[in-house]
């Protein structure tokens, strides 16, 4: 590998070894990248990589709030506005407690190359806390949220930093924080965040996107194959915003997903989890963010295997996990590997270990990268913002046909930058090329700093 790749990698790994996720992430992206730095070494002297990985800006801050009870309580919030070289910087709010620095700065980190891959302005970050929705009441909820955002305002705005949601962080969440940034700023400033509510300039189809994209771009995948989607088996992990997206996308093109999991177990329903009334219940367990899966198996009459993870089931013909990072390590990618599953498309961000993703690779498992497969999200977030400052709203049908050509185009460019530096039909490779190569020439164009 270039010399100059390995000493970054070496380099962060020492530095940073008490932040594995950022770790993770960063190795991973820079060992793709390597063939481009052997052909730009004007990179190597503009020490372009060791610049890529120190954010521009990072912050925590203390959040406090009042329970139910009456009693105080306090949660760390994290901003990382991670790289601004193509556009105000755009990233998630994650509110879970497995949440600290290495996670929002692998987010962060991943976020500036899939940002650059969607073609839209935006450039790279993420943010959130350890506080967990889960358990919480509606006004405990508020609460946190108006103290976190009291904390943030005066650090974010439509050409600034424009947060999202993200894990623990949906509709309601994004409710409660636009109003205090309103309430802290006296202005109707709405491009200040994304994922909005409809009634306040949210987009439409904004809740499906990351979910809908993802199946776009498996049809690509599948296309590339001489295949398509109609009859597929679908195992998706987590029953989230995402999956859910999955879920109805799925459905509505002749596919259906048979499994689905969350952190307490996972769900076997070989009807497919695709009828309106079974998408209704997703739906609301997302919004109450009540862990309670189970419950799922209770109502519609199926099993539920609980403390279980479902890889290596093998009457599915694609695997698609859309929970959280790091849900697929070695022993998992030899399972899938041995159930003949052809299909492992990332949704969620980093589920896999890199020594999974190789052995997947190896194995002739056909895998793409979530920085692609899930960028649909945040492109139809830059969707928002575009509909926002022009005090316009698109409909569904407009939104829904954008996201389907970004989803074509970042699957297009991902193909087209593997073959430029001959590695063949690399998706992993090809999408981290091509959004590195983006965010490189911004920051080379804009000098040394
Ligand atoms: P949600 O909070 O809506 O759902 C997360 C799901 O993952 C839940 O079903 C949850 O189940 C499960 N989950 C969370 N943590 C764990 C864990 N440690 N182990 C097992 N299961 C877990 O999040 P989203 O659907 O919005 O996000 C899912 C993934 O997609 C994340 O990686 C996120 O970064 C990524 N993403 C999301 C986008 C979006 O538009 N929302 C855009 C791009 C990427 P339970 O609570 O029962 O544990």
């Not at 070289?85 to 755009?90: L, Q, R």
């Not at 995402?242 to 076997?268: D, N, R």
């Amino acid at each position: 590998m270039n010399r100059y790749v390995e000493d970054v990698i070496a380099y962060v790994k020492d530095k940073y070894k008490d932040q594995p996720e950022f770790v993770q992430t960063v190795e991973e992206v820079y060992t793709s990248i390597a063939p481009v730095i052997d052909a730009h070494p004007e990179f190597e002297r503009a020490d372009l990589l060791k610049r890529m990985v120190e954010p521009e800006r990072m912050f925590r801050f203390r959040v406090v709030w009042t329970d139910d009870e009456g009693k105080t309580q306090t949660n760390v919030g994290y901003r990382c506005q991670f790289n601004g070289a193509i556009g105000p910087y755009k990233g998630g709010l994650r509110f879970r407690n497995n949440v600290n620095e290495s996670v929002i700065k692998f987010l962060g980190f991943e976020q500036t190359f899939k940002n650059a891959l969607t073609g839209q302005p935006i450039g790279g970050a993420k943010g959130g806390s350890d506080f967990d929705p889960a358990g919480k009441s509606d006004l405990e909820i508020m609460r946190f949220c108006q103290s976190f955002m009291t904390a943030l305002y005066r650090y974010i705005g439509p050409d600034t930093d424009v947060p999202a949601g993200d894990i623990g962080v949906g509709s309601r969440e994004i409710g409660f924080l636009y109003g205090q940034y309103r309430r802290l700023k006296g202005v109707f400033e709405n491009g200040v965040l994304t994922g909005k509510g409809l009634s306040y300039g949210g987009s439409l189809i904004r809740p499906e996107a990351t979910g809908y994209g993802a199946v776009y771009y498996l049809q690509e995948v599948l296309k590339h194959e001489g295949d398509n989607i109609v009859g597929k088996k679908i195992a998706v992990s987590g029953y989230g915003n995402v999956s859910w997206g999955i879920m109805k996308k799925a459905a509505q093109l002749g596919a259906k997903v048979t499994y689905m999991s969350g952190s307490a177990g996972y769900i076997h329903d070989p009807d497919g989890i695709g009828t309106e009334e079974k998408l209704q219940f997703i739906l609301d367990l997302r919004e109450k963010n009540s862990k309670d899966l189970k419950s799922y198996a209770d109502k519609f009459g199926c099993e539920f295997y609980p403390k279980q993870k479902f890889w290596g089931v093998d009457d599915v013909d694609i695997y698609m996990p859309a929970a959280t990072q790091n849900e697929v390590d070695l022993e998992d990618a030899k399972k899938i590997v041995a159930s003949g599953v052809k299909y492992y498309l990332e949704v969620s961000n980093m589920p896999t270990s890199n020594e999974a993703m190789a052995y997947l690779k190896e194995h002739g498992v056909i895998v793409a990268p979530s920085k692609a497969v899930n960028a649909g999200g945040v492109g139809v977030s830059a969707l928002e913002m575009s509909q926002n400052a022009e005090m316009m709203v698109w409909t569904a049908q407009e939104v829904d046909d954008l996201l389907k050509r970004m989803m074509k185009e970042i699957y297009e460019k991902s193909v087209d930058a593997a073959d430029r530096y001959g590695l063949g039909y690399d998706l992993v490779s090809g999408a981290n090329i091509a959004g590195f190569e983006k965010v490189a020439q911004a920051m080379m164009e804009q000098g040394v700093f």
